[in-house]
C-alpha cells in the first residue's frame, strides 16, 4: 500500500483533498450587487430623525462675564413617511410617491425655543405644521439613491402657506433642496461598479457650510464590511468613514477667513448603512458629524483657567425602515 509519505504528501494536503471530495473547501468572497430595487406599487414606511445643533461657550474668567452668555441653537425633526413606487422608467430610476404620516419639530435659538410640534398631540392640532400630515410629493430616485427630480409638491406648499413662523417653519420643509437632502442622505456605488466583495468600498464627496468658520468638504469612504443571513434575506453592512476631501483645497481663498484661523478645529463623521439585498430597500442609514473649534488665550498664566471660546457643531442624520 501507497503511503502518504511516499507520494510526498502533507497532513493540510490530505485535509484539503478530503475538503474538496466533500464539497466542503472554502470559497472565494461572495458578490453583493449594492444597489436600491424598485417593483410598482411596493409601499414602504419609514422613520427619518435629523438633528442640527450649534453652539458657543465660554471658560475661564469670560463664563463669568455677563456680555459672554452661552449660546445653543438646534432644530431636531422626526418625520414618519411613506413612499410608494408608482413607476420605473426607462432609465430605471423610481417615480416614487411620499406621503407624509407624523411629525415632530423641535427649534431652539439662543437658548430659547421658538416651535416645539408633535402631531400626536391634540392640542397641536391646529399648528400650521400640522397641515403637512397627509400632504404628499413625488421624487424621482436612481438605484444609486440620486434624488434626480422633485415634482406634485405644489398642492402641499399651498396648504401651508401663511405668515406665522410655524407656516414658514412648514414651507422650508417642502423646498427643493430640503426634500432633496431628505431622501438623498448616502451614495451607493454606480451601476458598473456596484457588484462588491467584503472588503471594497466606493467614495462620494460631501460640503458642509459653518457660516463664520468656514466651509469643509469631506470625502465619505463605504466599505462593504459584511453581507450576512437574516430571516430569509441578504443583509449587506456598510461603514462609512471620512477624511478631508482634496476639494477643499481648491476652495481655500473662499472659505478660510481670520476668525477661523484662530481656532484648532477637530472632529468626527462617521456612518453605518444596512441595505436588504433581497428587496434592495435600507433597512437603516445613520451618519453624525461634530466638530468642535477652540481658541484658547495663549497670554494665560498662573495655576487659573485660561480664557477660551469653544464653538461645537453636530449634524446627524437616522433612517429607519419600520413598515
Request: hydrophobic share 35%.
Amino acid at each position: 500500500m501507497t503511503s502518504g509519505k511516499t507520494l510526498g504528501w502533507s497532513a493540510s494536503s490530505v485535509i484539503c483533498l478530503l475538503l474538496l471530495a466533500a464539497g466542503c473547501a472554502p470559497s472565494a468572497k461572495e458578490a453583493a450587487t449594492v444597489a436600491l430595487k424598485f417593483a410598482e406599487e411596493d409601499s414602504t414606511t419609514y422613520k427619518l430623525t435629523t438633528q442640527m445643533e450649534d453652539g458657543i461657550k465660554f471658560e475661564g474668567s469670560l463664563s463669568d462675564d455677563p456680555n459672554f452668555e452661552n449660546r445653543a441653537n438646534s432644530r431636531t425633526i422626526e418625520m414618519t413617511f411613506t413612499q410608494q413606487i408608482q413607476s420605473i422608467n426607462n432609465q430605471g430610476n423610481a417615480i416614487a410617491k411620499i406621503t407624509i404620516d407624523s411629525l415632530k419639530y423641535l427649534a431652539i435659538q439662543q437658548n430659547r425655543t421658538v416651535q416645539d410640534f408633535d402631531s400626536s398631540r391634540e392640542e397641536d392640532k391646529a399648528n400650521p405644521l400640522a397641515k403637512l400630515i397627509g400632504q404628499s410629493y413625488t421624487i424621482e430616485v436612481s438605484p444609486m439613491g440620486e434624488v434626480v427630480k422633485v415634482s406634485d409638491v405644489q398642492q402641499a406648499r399651498a396648504a401651508v402657506q401663511g405668515a406665522r413662523p410655524a407656516n414658514m417653519a412648514a414651507s422650508k420643509l417642502l423646498s427643493e433642496d430640503e426634500i432633496k437632502q431628505r431622501h438623498r442622505a448616502f451614495d451607493l456605488p454606480s451601476a458598473d461598479k456596484n457588484n462588491l466583495r467584503i472588503g471594497d468600498h466606493w467614495s462620494s464627496i460631501k460640503t458642509f457650510d459653518f457660516g463664520k468658520m468656514g466651509s469643509k468638504a469631506y470625502e465619505k469612504i463605504y466599505t462593504l464590511k459584511e453581507v450576512k443571513d437574516a430571516e430569509n434575506r441578504r443583509l449587506a453592512v456598510v461603514e462609512m468613514s471620512t477624511i478631508p476631501s482634496s476639494e477643499t483645497a481648491g476652495l481655500e481663498n473662499q472659505i478660510t477667513n481670520v476668525f477661523a484661523k484662530m481656532f484648532d478645529n477637530i472632529g468626527t463623521y462617521t456612518g453605518c448603512l444596512k441595505l436588504d439585498l433581497t428587496t434592495g430597500k435600507v433597512e437603516e442609514y445613520l451618519e453624525k458629524l461634530q466638530s468642535e473649534w477652540v481658541a484658547v488665550d495663549p497670554e494665560a498664566k498662573g495655576d487659573r483657567e485660561p480664557d477660551a471660546v469653544r464653538m461645537s457643531v453636530i449634524r446627524s442624520y437616522k433612517l429607519e425602515k419600520i413598515d
